[in-house]
């Protein structure tokens, strides 16, 4: 007898689940609304039903897809869904879709030049664009990195390179001579992360050398804005390396009239924002610009034998851009989302989402039993629900947390929190790619009565 052929896939099958597939999505994003938008489940509820051993023979592709749908999605948050207004966005579209499905088709490996040419190319002038549409000055060189914590760690380490005269590469970190790096109380956390991997030691001291500081445009909790000039003056006065940190808001500065929060960026050393936040550009994707392109590519620069070629020297080899030897051809999806929105649609969808958000910043104001724990430049709000006779923040700060769970277990809408000087507040970031103002005004309407059906006994 001969031996059962495990069903692997052919092209003529390829074609048909591919098409298929592409049905499927095209439908989900039609229909993404009717899900709930933050998964239900429970932990290991997904776990306990996926078997504990690999098979052994190989499974059709229907089976496959159909536990798809029946395990994996009910324990997906919706991120997608126009009332996910948790953390930030990671919004994508159909553009920047189908450019990941042709990534994924050509596999392509982007270590060096010459792995893929135009893949590097490609990159070399998205980041162009990028900049450009960023106005930032033309001495800014870029190179894509996957997260923003990449990127900062990345400018960190060159900061740690070129202060120590590139030693500490060579030598590791002087005892006589630490380091410290200065950001505010709502600095990202990656900043933390970053001071650790970096060997400089988080726990700050008196007595050491500033050699960086991160300005953020755009925090994360309220999205303020650090003032980048005044920073910029001190940084250049006592030479000290100046990273911004506009991971999420670095997307607004594409508007002509929001670029002023990047006023002084020609006097910082590099930059960060992430187009997979609020630029319709699928997870992952990070932009990091550079000055002084030499002390970046000094700081990772490793050339065994294996990685020379012959165009070395006149072409980018983005492996020693950063940490990563492998990377993945993520200009293709930028290059789609630009070229399909074109930069004054990208203006007006950004746009369009600040003039929703100052709007439910309005109905906040003038309601009687809200409030705004913080200004809001941009296209995130944080508030809490303050019941009249109910004033001292540690009786709010429950009342707002019960709120929030109870919201948010009506898997209608998705929103975080956060803590702004102790107070609790409600956050929401209203930056969907499909999101309209019907959305938010059904999401202050199911706030305003669940918090006042809140106050009656359950
Ligand atoms: C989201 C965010 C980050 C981290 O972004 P990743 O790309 O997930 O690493 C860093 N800084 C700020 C201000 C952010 O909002």
């Not at 500065?253 to 319709?280: C, Q, T, Y």
């Not at 003038?366 to 109910?390: H, I, K, M, Q, W």
């Not at 309209?436 to 199911?446: C, F, K, P």
Request: charge should be neutral; hydrophobic fraction near 40%; charged fraction near 20%.
């Amino acid at each position: 007898m001969a031996p059962a052929i495990d069903p692997t896939m052919d092209s003529n099958e390829f074609r048909k689940h591919g098409h298929s597939l592409v049905e499927w999505m095209a439908e989900y994003l039609d229909s993404v609304e009717s899900f709930p938008v933050k998964a239900g489940v429970e932990p290991k509820d997904i776990l306990n039903n996926l078997p504990v051993a690999p098979p052994e023979k190989g499974e059709p592709f229907e089976r496959i897809f159909d536990d798809f749908k029946s395990i994996v999605l009910p324990g997906v948050t919706h991120w997608q869904h126009p009332s996910f207004f948790a953390y930030f966005p990671a919004n994508s579209s159909p553009p920047s879709i189908l450019a990941e499905m042709l990534t994924a088709c050509l596999g392509l490996q982007c270590m060096s030049w010459v792995t893929s040419p135009a893949a590097t190319e490609l990159e070399e002038r998205m980041m162009e664009w990028l900049g450009a549409m960023l106005q930032l000055p033309k001495e800014f060189t870029g190179v894509i990195q996957d997260t923003a914590s990449t990127a900062t760690l990345c400018a960190l380490l060159s900061a740690r390179e070129r202060a120590s005269g590139f030693q500490v590469n060579e030598l590791g970190l002087p005892r006589d001579q630490l380091f410290t790096t200065y950001c505010s109380t709502q600095a990202h956390s990656s900043v933390e992360k970053a001071v650790k991997i970096a060997g400089l030691g988080r726990r700050l001291a008196g007595g050491r050398r500033p050699l960086c500081v991160v300005a953020a445009i755009g925090t994360t909790s309220s999205t303020a804005i650090d003032p980048l000039k005044e920073i910029a003056a001190i940084c250049r006065r006592h030479r000290v390396w100046l990273h911004v940190d506009a991971a999420f808001a670095g997307t607004a500065a594409i508007l002509p009239e929001l670029r002023w929060m990047l006023n002084g960026v020609e006097d910082a050393d590099s930059l960060v924002f992430n187009p997979h936040k609020w630029m319709f550009t699928n997870f992952d994707c990070s932009a990091y610009f550079v000055k002084d392109k030499e002390s970046l590519v000094r700081t990772f620069e490793i050339l065994p034998e294996f990685l020379r070629t012959p165009a070395d020297g006149r072409v980018n080899n983005y492996r020693d851009w950063g940490i990563q030897l492998g990377r993945r051809f993520r200009a293709l999806k930028l290059w789609f989302v630009i070229r399909s929105y074109g930069v004054n649609g990208l203006q007006q969808l950004i746009r369009k989402h600040i003039g929703i958000a100052q709007q439910l910043a309005k109905w906040i104001s003038s309601s009687d039993d809200f409030e705004l724990l913080a200004p809001v430049p941009l296209n995130t709000l944080c508030f809490r629900y303050r019941p009249s006779g109910t004033q001292a923040t540690e009786d709010l700060n429950p009342i707002n947390e019960a709120l929030l769970q109870r919201l948010n277990a009506t898997g209608r809408i998705y929103l975080t929190h956060t803590k702004l000087a102790g107070a609790y507040a409600l956050r929401m970031a209203i930056g969907q790619t499909t999101v309209e103002e019907r959305h938010v005004r059904s999401a202050w309407e199911l706030i305003q009565s669940t918090a006042r059906s809140s106050r009656e006994p359950p």
